[in-house]
């Protein structure tokens, strides 16, 4: 069964960093795609980040040398470390990945950047 749980949301001031976390139990991560995704107020969910069982990462254009996207393969842990944050980055980071045709989520964390 997948779980995903995320942690690590917290209120920072615009031009600091975090660190998200997401622990993850019943997801191969040698060969699943693990994902970031956000969702603002009165916004869809975005995609953010994604990397794969290879470790190869992608990036969504409004935080490319910023934030990054990297995991802990025998701890199952996905990390997304975040940069020079600014107040566009408010909002709810989920991780995901989809595994046997379904897309998982995990529960989100809250980011909330000031400026």
């Known amino acids: 069964q997948v779980r995903l749980v995320e942690s690590g949301g917290d209120s920072v001031q615009a031009g600091g960093s975090l660190t998200l976390y997401c622990t993850a139990a019943?997801?191969?991560?040698?060969?699943?795609?693990m994902a970031w995704y956000r969702q603002t107020l009165g916004r869809q969910r975005e995609w953010v980040a994604s990397?794969?069982?290879?470790?190869?990462?992608d990036y969504t254009d409004s935080v490319k040398g910023r934030f990054a996207i990297s995991k802990h393969h025998n701890r199952r842990i996905l990390y997304l470390q975040m940069n020079v944050l600014k107040s566009d980055d408010t909002g709810v980071y989920y991780c995901?990945?989809?595994?046997?045709?379904?897309?998982?989520w995990g529960q989100g964390t809250r980011v909330t950047v000031s400026s």
């Open positions: 019943g997801v191969d991560f040698g060969i699943s795609t």
């Open positions: 990397i794969t069982g290879g470790g190869t990462t």
């Open positions: 995901s990945t989809t595994a046997r045709g379904s897309t998982f």
